[in-house]
């Protein structure tokens, strides 16, 4: 299921302004991913990137290639929806639909896709995907309830169960768990870990430990100044990153003495 993505010479803008300058980069499948950097050097952008939802702010374009098992999800011919079925998103705020139903929110972009699917396909894929989203035990005796009942870390599960469902290669996560308690960080963290068996995972954080604890490659991004681009500035290992980065910025960063 995990598919590598190539970007290459990737320039994002808003309108005329460039928000994040020449990256390329290699996501390897079946691993974890995370992006630092300080808050405006673009980590978010970017990652909107890799599932064209960033194309969908007015004026927002990109320049460059972002290839998957070597086709450019940019090509004239792709279906930016299709795109966005094969590489799901999960958010900061955990975003369950307020009046649907633990099973519906799970189903939910099930159902945009296929209209007809059976009572017990529907309700064995609710199974498989809270189970795979390590949730199942905790709800599976109130499928029926609202999903807003839920704690803020059941919620979020709940919401990576929803990407799950339908099935994508690549799963992308915009700082997953700054809105949750530790402990809810630490299961998220372990599903994490979980899913990069099946997965080719991105995460966008702004914490370090995390991104040391959960991440195989680690990408530091920076801006030089307001207004001006965030870059990439390196990419490695994260054991690397995190003891003997090659630039002084990415140490600086990583030791805590800007950003
Ligand atoms: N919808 C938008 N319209 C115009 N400019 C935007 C928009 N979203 C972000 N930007 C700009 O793009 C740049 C990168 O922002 P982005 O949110 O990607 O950074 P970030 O590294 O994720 O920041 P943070 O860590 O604070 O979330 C910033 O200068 C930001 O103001």
């Keep these: 299921m995990a598919q590598r993505i190539d970007v290459k010479d990737l320039n994002i803008f808003y309108s005329d302004f460039l928000a994040v300058e020449d990256v390329s980069m290699a996501i390897e499948p079946k691993s974890v991913t995370a992006f630092i950097g300080p808050s405006g050097c673009g980590k978010s952008t970017f990652l909107r990137t890799l599932n064209r939802m960033h194309e969908v702010i007015p004026g927002a374009r990109v320049e460059g290639t972002v290839a998957m098992e070597g086709v450019d999800l940019y090509g004239d011919d792709v279906d930016p929806v299709a795109v966005r079925r094969q590489v799901g998103m999960v958010f900061q705020r955990p975003n369950p639909f307020p009046t649907m139903s633990i099973e519906e929110n799970v189903l939910a972009g099930v159902r945009l896709v296929n209209k007809k699917i059976s009572k017990s396909d529907a309700a064995d894929l609710v199974e498989e995907s809270l189970r795979h989203a390590n949730l199942w035990e905790e709800v599976k005796d109130r499928l029926a309830k609202p999903g807003s009942g839920l704690s803020g870390g059941q919620q979020q599960r709940l919401c990576i169960a929803r990407a799950i469902a339908v099935r994508p290669q690549v799963l992308l996560m915009d700082e997953p768990c700054s809105a949750l308690d530790p402990i809810s960080t630490l299961a998220i963290e372990d599903l994490i870990t ?8 991105c995460i966008v954080t702004h914490n370090m430990q995390q991104a040391a604890r959960v991440s195989d490659r680690t990408g530091f991004f920076n801006i030089a100044g307001t207004g001006k681009p965030g ?29």
Excluded at 246 to 255: C, M
């Design 194 to 201: 979980e899913l990069k068996q099946d997965y080719t995972i």
């Design 231 to 259: 870059k990439l500035i390196e990419m490695d290992d994260t054991g690397v990153m995190f003891s003997s980065p090659s630039e002084q910025a990415t140490e600086d960063y990583i030791s805590g003495r800007f950003g």
